[in-house]
């Protein structure tokens, strides 16, 4: 019988999460800290970094922090660099900075535009390849990007957003494609509503916030650990036969079309 207990152990991998700071991407860095692997935190805000590799520490787990812009390529080159003489290698991957700007297509700018498919996309991007390459040489490793329910269910206002998630999920098939045959495994996360510093500004509005945790058949908002536990088994050898994949986290969102209606006798 196989060891199950194993599959899902990090003990002695090493991890580069990118997003570290807050909301999902520190979440993603505790959990794998706290199965065994130890973490490099990076964010734009380094201090926050920080704070997440010592927190890791401090329960007992190996974490270092650097400062880097998931949309500049330099920067994730520079951070990639840093991450691998730090850890003496990268055997998870794991990028979640985004950003949206809520506007119809009519009322946006190009420098807004821009802006969210320079870290949404193009951040993706410049993180698989340059971690790409370290797991290509390794020959082994899993990638872990961030994609959203909104790659395929949307609203109004929401569509360049959704464009970049959607995009993420088609990136993820490609590269893996690329890369499978050298022992590296791409895949996404896809989230629903989880409460994080992106999602605040819908928590402070509680008609929204309602409406929105009944869209899902749990009949409520997620937490970040939730999605950070399913990270930890993309990152795991539980996953080994997962690769290409975006994998759902969100209670039922893109399962039903609008809320549950309250059917709820038995029979």
Same mark, same amino acid.
């Given at each position: 019988?196989?060891?199950?207990?194993?599959?899902?152990?990090?003990?002695?991998?090493?991890?580069? =999460?990118?997003?570290?700071?807050?909301? *999902?991407?520190?979440?993603?860095?505790?959990?794998?800290?706290?199965?065994?692997?130890?973490?490099?935190?990076?964010?734009?805000?380094?201090?926050?970094?920080?704070?997440?590799?010592?927190?890791?520490?401090?329960?007992?787990?190996?974490?270092?922090?650097?400062?880097?812009?998931?949309?500049?390529?330099?920067? =994730?080159?520079?951070?990639?660099?840093?991450?691998?003489?730090?850890?003496?290698?990268?055997?998870?991957?794991?990028? /979640?900075?985004?950003?949206?700007?809520?506007?119809?297509?009519?009322?946006?700018?190009?420098?807004?535009?821009?802006?969210?498919?320079?870290?949404?996309?193009?951040?993706?991007?410049?993180?698989?390849?340059?971690?790409?390459?370290?797991?290509?040489?390794?020959?082994?490793?899993?990638?872990?990007?961030?994609?959203?329910?909104?790659? /395929?269910?949307?609203?109004?206002?929401?569509?360049?957003?959704?464009?970049?998630?959607?995009?993420?999920?088609?990136?993820?098939?490609?590269?893996?494609?690329?890369?499978?045959?050298?022992?590296?495994? =791409?895949?996404?996360?896809?989230?629903?509503?989880?409460?994080?510093?992106?999602?605040?500004?819908?928590?402070?509005?509680?008609?929204?916030?309602?409406?929105?945790?009944?869209? /899902?058949?749990?009949?409520?908002?997620?937490?970040?650990?939730?999605?950070?536990?399913?990270?930890?088994?993309?990152?795991?050898?539980?996953?080994?036969?997962?690769?290409?994949?975006?994998?759902? *986290?969100?209670?039922?969102? /893109?399962?039903?079309?609008?809320?549950?209606?309250?059917?709820?006798?038995?029979?």
């Amino acid at each position: 019988m196989a060891d199950y207990r194993k599959l899902f152990d990090l003990s002695g991998r090493k991890a580069l =999460v990118l997003g570290a700071g807050s909301g *999902i991407g520190r979440a993603c860095a505790e959990a794998l800290g706290a199965l065994g692997a130890e973490v490099h935190c990076a964010d734009l805000d380094g201090a926050k970094a920080e704070a997440a590799a010592k927190a890791i520490v401090a329960a007992g787990g190996a974490a270092s922090a650097s400062a880097a812009d998931a949309a500049s390529g330099e920067q =994730v080159s520079a951070l990639v660099a840093r991450a691998r003489k730090s850890l003496g290698a990268i055997d998870i991957g794991v990028t /979640t900075p985004g950003i949206n700007i809520r506007k119809r297509v009519f009322d946006y700018t190009e420098a807004e535009f821009d802006k969210v498919v320079a870290l949404n996309l193009k951040g993706t991007f410049h993180f698989f390849r340059e971690v790409g390459r370290v797991m290509v040489e390794q020959r082994r490793g899993s990638l872990i990007a961030s994609s959203s329910v909104r790659a /395929t269910t949307i609203e109004p206002g929401l569509a360049v957003y959704g464009a970049t998630k959607a995009a993420i999920s088609l990136l993820v098939k490609g590269f893996a494609a690329e890369v499978g045959g050298h022992g590296v495994r =791409v895949n996404a996360i896809a989230p629903s509503i989880i409460e994080t510093p992106l999602t605040a500004p819908i928590k402070a509005r509680p008609e929204i916030y309602e409406t929105y945790a009944k869209h /899902t058949v749990s009949g409520r908002w997620g937490k970040p650990e939730e999605v950070a536990a399913a990270v930890a088994f993309l990152a795991s050898d539980a996953a080994s036969y997962v690769n290409g994949s975006t994998l759902l *986290i969100d209670a039922g969102w /893109t399962a039903i079309d609008g809320p549950p209606t309250g059917l709820t006798k038995t029979a």
